[in-house]
């Protein structure tokens, strides 16, 4: 079992900035590569950012390449995304997950341990 918790959401204004973090606890060695997905209300959960095991590989959804940096720190068994120039269309909760890198790295059913997530709301 892995529990993933998510903490650092919260209200913003457009053009601002938050860093979320997830902390993860239990078989950690089974969840390597670490991602953030993010469900907007109405939409499907999608692919945010990966990253890899040693933190050197990163992976990130067009939509925010250039303004959201993943990163981890494996002595806290914890990943941040540090998100800027957040805008009203990232507005959405965001999810920590975890597993195997593979080629369907930005599939919800790739993964099996999910955090409860943490709200991210942009306003404009």
């Known amino acids: 079992q892995v529990q993933l918790v998510e903490s650092g959401g919260g209200l913003v204004q457009a053009g601002g900035s938050l860093r979320l973090s997830c902390a993860a606890s239990?078989?950690?060695?089974?969840?390597?590569?670490m991602v953030w997905f993010r469900q907007a209300p109405g939409k499907e959960r999608e692919f945010v950012a990966g990253?890899?095991?040693?933190?050197?590989?990163?992976y990130y959804a067009d939509s925010v390449k250039g303004r959201f940096t993943m990163s981890r720190d494996n002595a806290k068994n914890t990943v941040y995304l540090q998100m800027s120039s957040l805008r009203p269309d990232d507005t959405a909760v965001y999810y920590c997950?975890?597993?195997?890198?593979?080629?369907?790295?930005?599939?919800?059913?790739?993964?099996?341990?999910w955090g409860q997530g943490t709200q991210v709301t942009v306003s404009s």
């Open positions: 239990g078989r950690t060695l089974s969840t390597p590569f």
């Open positions: 997950t975890g597993g195997y890198w593979s080629t369907d790295y930005g599939r919800t059913s790739s993964y099996k341990y």
């Open positions: 990253i890899s095991g040693n933190g050197i590989t990163t």
